[in-house]
C-alpha cells in the first residue's frame, strides 16, 4: 500500500514550488501530493533540458527567468486536472511544459514593454541584454512551446493558438487603454482575463483533455482557471504596492510608476479623484525623466487606502466564483486541492 506523504514531504514541495501545503490539508488531498510532486520534478527536468542551448547567448538568455524561480502555477493546475483522468502522462507533462514556456516568454515581453526593471527578485532581461534580445527571447520561447504542442495534435495546436491569440490582445488592449465608451473597471478585467486568466484556464484545460478526463469536465475547469487567473492578478495588483521589494522582486507600485493602470488606481476614479490625478502627474514627470521615486508619497498613500481594500475584496469575490464552479466536478481529493489551490492564489502576503 502506498504512504501518504509525511509533514517534511509536503513542507518539501511547498518550499521548492512556492505553493502553500494547506493545497493538501485534507486527507484526500494528501494523497495526491506524492503524484504531483512527481509530475512538477518531470515538469522540471524536462523544462531544464529543453532550454538548453549549444549556442552560449540563447543558453544564458533562455534560462534566465527560468532560473530566477517561479511558482509553476500552470504545471501544477494541469497536474491536478489530470488527476481527473490517467494523471501525469507523458501528453499531460508536455502541454505542461508548453504551457509554462509560453508563460516565460510573455514576462521577457510585458517587461520590455512595462519598462519593469526587476522581475522575480532578479534585474529584467531587458535591463541586462537590451530590448530587442529580450524580445527574440520570448518569442524563441513561444516557438518552442508550439513545436512541444504539435507533437500533440490539432487539438493542442488549436489550445496553443487560441491561447496565444488572447494574451496578445490582452497585452495590446492593456497598451491602448480603455477608449472612449469603455467602462474602464469592465475594460481591464477584460485585460485580465486574456493576459493572465486565459493561459491559466489553458493549463487546467490541457490537464483534463490530455489525461482522458470526462468531457464534462473540461468547461468548468476552462472557466475556474480562468476566474482563478483574474484574482491572481488583481492580487498582485495589491501586492505591487507592497512596501517589501523583498516580497515582490520589484519595486513598490512599478506598474503605475511605468504608466500601466492597476485596479486600485482605476477604483481611484470613484474614491478619490485628487490622489489619481496626483498619480498621473508624477507619471508624466517620470515619462519626462524624473526618478521613479517622485511617486513615493502617492504609493505609499495607495497602499493603505480604500481603493486596495476593494481590490483584495473583488479578489476574493473572483475566487468564490472560481470555487463555485468546482461543484461540477465529484467529491474528493481533487476537488479539495482545486478549491485551495485558487484559495492560495488570493490568500498571499500584500
Known sequence: MTQSPSAAERSRMASRFGLSDRIFATPGARRLVGRIEEGLERVETELSQELHSTDALVDATSRYLYEAGGKRVRPMLALLAAQLGDGATTEVITAAKALELTHLGSLYHDDV??????????????????????ILTGDLLFSRASVMMAQLGKRAMELQAQTFERLVLGQMHETIGAQPGDEPVAFYIQVLADKTGSLIAAAAQAGALFSGADQRYHEPLRQFGEKVGVSFQLMDDVIDLSADPAETGKVPGTDLRAGVPTMPYLLLDELDPVLKSRIDAGVERIAAGADPSVLDDEMAALRDHEATARTRELAEAWTREAIALLDALPRGGVREALTRFAESLVDRSS
Open 113 to 134: 514593454m512595462d519598462g519593469a526593471d526587476r522581475r522575480r527578485g532578479v534585474a529584467s532581461a531587458h535591463e541586462v541584454w537590451g530590448n530587442s534580445i529580450a
